[in-house]
């Protein structure tokens, strides 16, 4: 079970954003697509510089908390977080400005 623990996190973090997309008075629904453009522009360059850092053995991953899936040579687990987090901030910033202007 322990290796599931960064996935599980990732989950967890994402899990606010899957809920209020389907909230229809949120700008989020409206503005999804924007939403994974923003992700991707900002998951690329980290992905990248995060496979070069792994590569070069500047830090490594615990196989205990993650699932041992990798993809470009990271942990599926470090991928996803390049996903998640730029979501749930994104989540954060239409929330805050819907509430805001009410």
């Known amino acids: 079970m322990e290796s599931y623990t960064y ?12 809920v209020k997309y389907r909230d229809r008075n949120m700008p989020l629904h409206r503005n999804v697509r924007y939403a994974f453009a923003a992700t991707a522009i900002v998951a690329v360059p980290f992905l990248v510089w995060d496979v070069i850092v792994t590569e070069a053995g500047h830090w490594s991953f615990s196989d205990t908390y993650t699932t041992g899936i990798t993809i470009i040579n990271l942990p599926l687990e470090e991928v996803l977080f390049f996903i998640a987090v730029p979501l749930a901030a994104v989540l954060v910033w239409e929330t805050v400005g819907f509430y805001l202007k009410r």
């Open 7 to 18: 996935l599980v996190l990732m989950a967890l973090t994402v899990l606010p954003f899957i």
